[in-house]
């Protein structure tokens, strides 16, 4: 069977044998699954699926009846399999983080929250699957802005999962002294439990001033001594 991705649009059309003239005929388009026909009563025309609830692809038969001027029908179909579109994530480049040198952890930012798009459904939590080099990452994971935020020292196997909400708490420190862009990798899931495929790219630029240093002056006299 033909696989479909639910919420994407796939054109069919129909054919008779060599001499019928396709003018004499009346046609109606129907569908075993939900979906919507751009003109269900053409020799032609576009289904798009509606979204399949959960992670797993059901069976879909596309139908189209064809009636002659005496009332006699016949069909044609094709079978399908329409599946969920899984969720996608956004790479994302948040503002410069300025790290200022000889401080320690004394530089910590808010970066931009997570985000990603789902077709048939939304994005319900943001998977980090890396740590971030050059610096440390620090979250609210109890919704409590009177607790210290959590630093995340190590990844589980499978990533480390944020809510919407958390992921606009998640703060960067960068290492001292550390200059460049700061990278990690994340996930989205949907509200059917599907994960995205590939992962997406987070940048942190920071930025480390240079340090001016200070000369001192020893002033020389007149007699050179």
């Given at each position: ?5 639910a919420?994407n649009?796939y054109g ?7 001499g019928?003239n ?14 919507r026909?751009?003109?269900p009563?053409?020799?032609?025309t576009?289904?798009?699926p ?21 009332g006699r029908?016949?069909?044609?179909s094709?079978?399908l399999?329409?599946?969920?579109t899984?969720?996608?994530?956004k ?5 410069v ?5 000889g401080?320690g952890a004394?530089?910590?930012?808010q ?21 971030p080099?050059?610096?440390k990452?620090?979250?609210?994971n ?6 210290p ?5 190590s990844?589980?196997t499978g990533?480390l999962?944020?809510t919407?909400?958390?992921t606009k708490?998640?703060k ?11 990278i ?7 509200n ?12 942190i630029?920071?930025?480390?001033p240079?340090?001016?240093k200070?000369?001192?002056?020893t002033p020389?006299s007149?007699?050179?001594k």
């Amino acid at each position: 069977p033909l696989a479909m991705s639910a919420g994407n649009t796939y054109g069919f059309s129909v054919s008779l044998p060599a001499g019928y003239n396709m003018s004499n005929y009346f046609y109606h388009w129907t569908a075993s699954c939900s979906g919507r026909f751009s003109s269900p009563f053409g020799t032609s025309t576009t289904f798009t699926p509606d979204a399949v609830p959960g992670t797993s692809c059901i069976n879909c038969r596309i139908i189209v009846t064809v009636t002659d001027k005496c009332g006699r029908e016949f069909y044609q179909s094709a079978d399908l399999t329409v599946c969920p579109t899984p969720p996608v994530p956004k790479n994302i480049t948040t503002s410069v983080i300025t790290n200022a040198p000889g401080t320690g952890a004394q530089n910590v930012g808010q970066i931009f929250p997570m985000a990603g798009t789902d077709a048939d459904g939304y994005v319900v939590t943001y998977t980090i699957k890396s740590i971030p080099t050059g610096g440390k990452l620090y979250y609210d994971n109890d919704n409590n802005a009177s607790t210290p935020d959590v630093q995340i020292t190590s990844i589980p196997t499978g990533g480390l999962a944020l809510t919407k909400v958390q992921t606009k708490t998640v703060k960067f420190d960068p290492d001292e002294n550390y200059n460049g862009n700061s990278i990690f990798q994340y996930s989205v899931t949907d509200n059917s439990g599907m994960e995205s495929v590939s992962t997406a790219t987070y940048t942190i630029p920071v930025n480390t001033p240079p340090v001016c240093k200070t000369f001192i002056c020893t002033p020389v006299s007149s007699n050179g001594k």
